[in-house]
């Protein structure tokens, strides 16, 4: 089992492209969610999604946008890509609902927009 | 008042020693705790649950204070490996499944 998977690893835009970064996983949990991660700010919530065709916006959702077609996938599009969107992108995944679930995060996709 | 707080240090310890790092929360109503770990360029992962009644796993023991609205953990006889930062993190009341991070205490273990 793979677990969660993130691609690209890295990735490097000019202000205004588009791009997709991918999330997969083969852990059939229902939720699943991207944060991203600055210097000095922690993790913070982007979207998440707590099962197909369920999304919602979390702490920070502007300039991106999610869709979950399928239990496996979770991809995260940024629309116009902006200098403020540098950072560290985390997927994780864990089981619906409830208290107390581990959440398990992809290894991190670290963008560059110049 | 943010709504997870941790001291970022960074905490610079010897081999052996013992290291205790705290945490506060702003709402009262939250209901699951956590501590993860992540290691330089990696992602977090979890190291513990949080349980009000105190929990322990090996030389690591985390603490609840309802009423004081703070968490704690101990780390005993440190090793090299356990430099990292730790992270407390908290459900938010929005969605249970969400969870809000603190910004993590970096740990340095010297030989």
């Known amino acids: 089992n793979a677990g969660v998977t993130q691609t690209p690893k890295f990735q490097v835009l000019k202000t205004g492209q588009s791009m997709t970064l991918q999330c997969a996983q083969d852990?059939?949990?229902?939720?699943m969610s991207w944060y991203r991660q600055d210097p000095g700010m922690g993790l913070r919530l982007i979207h998440y999604?707590?099962?197909?065709?369920?999304?919602d916006q979390g702490e920070v959702p502007n300039g991106y946008n999610v869709s979950r077609s399928t239990t496996e996938d979770f991809p995260l599009r940024l629309l116009s890509a902006a200098p403020s969107q540098t950072s560290v992108y985390f997927c994780?995944?864990?089981?619906?609902?409830?208290?107390?679930?581990?959440?398990?995060f992809g290894p991190g996709t670290r963008l560059t927009v110049l | 008042r943010k709504e997870v707080e941790q001291d970022p240090g960074p905490f610079n310890v010897p081999e052996g020693a013992t290291v205790a790092f705290n945490c506060t929360y702003s709402?009262?109503?939250?209901?699951?705790f956590f501590w993860y770990r992540q290691d330089c360029r990696k992602e977090p992962k979890l190291l513990m649950s949080v349980y009000s009644s105190g929990n322990e796993d090996g030389r690591f023991t985390a603490q609840l204070n309802r009423a004081s609205q703070y968490i704690s953990l101990l780390i005993r006889d440190s090793k090299l490996s356990d430099s990292a930062t730790y992270l407390c993190v908290v459900n938010s009341l929005r969605s249970q499944g969400n969870l809000i991070f603190g910004k993590g205490t970096k740990l340095s273990v010297k030989p």
């Open positions: 994780a995944t864990g089981l619906a609902g409830g208290l107390d679930n581990e959440q398990f």
């Open positions: 852990m059939n949990h229902e939720y």
């Open positions: 999604s707590v099962g197909a065709g369920i999304t």
């Open positions: 709402n009262s109503a939250s209901q699951s």
